[in-house]
């Protein structure tokens, strides 16, 4: 019975008409809404919060209600580069200049690189470069794919649990279904207790999102050509090209993407009062739970 209860509901969630009567549920449940809610819960929005709750309407709600007040509070889309550029000097966190073969916004990530203590600049610097990808996404393409070269990593480097516990909360509360996949490539030892202690926090259904690729492995010099144009990959990555990091140029990109988010958000058209500073780590990311029960 319960095999087939579930494969009754895998057939629901597959179904359009049955997302779509699930997109409507929500919306009268949410009511009206205006200004940036409205600019946010796109339909698209919606089933990404729909599938991280099993399209059970009444926890969609309340998740995304808890986005809402969260983005009214830390508001993401008023960060600007200039606020945070200190943070992506070494190029620690950048969007790569290439898609993935499905369409998909690339953030390419080397914690090797960190240069920085601020927890909170850390995860400011993260959390801008979230929303600079969704800006950069494919038409009609809700996720992005993340590589994640760990050149040079050590305890020095290593950034601590807690503060990637704060990220893991974010992401999987504010930004569900945004991860498609995450490359971590030629991961050292060093990293394996780290995983380890922060996978205890990570939803089963992000765990799978994670891909641990070595040079040296067929099958993982099979998935990275399923998924990239080897002519575009870094070589840090398999590829053939070279993973160069221009923080002056990048800079530039970023400062005119800053000119397309605010147009994107109404904000050419309103005064800018930037978020104050020494938010609280609890205002930041509020203490996690283990995610046992939360679907990314």
Known sequence: ??????????????DSSYQDTKVAELKTALGPLSGRQLKYCTDACLRRYLEARNWNVDKTKKMLEETLE?????????????????EGETG??????FHDRHGRAVLIMRPGMQNTTSAEDNIRHLVYLLENAILNLSEGQEQMSWLIDFT???????????????????????????????FLYNPPRIFQAFWKAIRFFLDPNTVQKVKFVYPNNKDSVELMKSLFDM?????????????????EEFSRLMTEDDVKTAKFWGLD????????????????APEPVPVQAVVS
């Not at 019975?1 to 597959?14: G, K, P, S, V």
């Open 1 to 14: 019975m319960f095999l087939l209860r579930r494969q009754t509901q895998n057939h629901h969630e597959n």
């Open 70 to 86: 969260w983005r009214a509070t830390y508001r993401p889309e008023e960060i600007r580069w200039a606020e945070i550029a200190h």
């Open 92 to 97: 620690k966190v950048s969007r790569a200049n």
């Open 152 to 182: 040079g990593l050590s305890l020095s480097t290593n950034i601590s649990v807690k503060t990637s516990r704060d990220i893991i909360h974010i992401l999987q509360n504010h930004y569900p279904e945004r991860l498609a996949i995450a």
């Open 231 to 247: 002519e575009n990959l870094p070589s840090e990555f398999g590829g053939k090209t070279s993973l160069k990091y221009d923080h």
């Open 269 to 284: 058209e309103e005064p800018f009062n930037p978020p104050k500073k020494g938010h609280s780590g609890a205002e930041v």
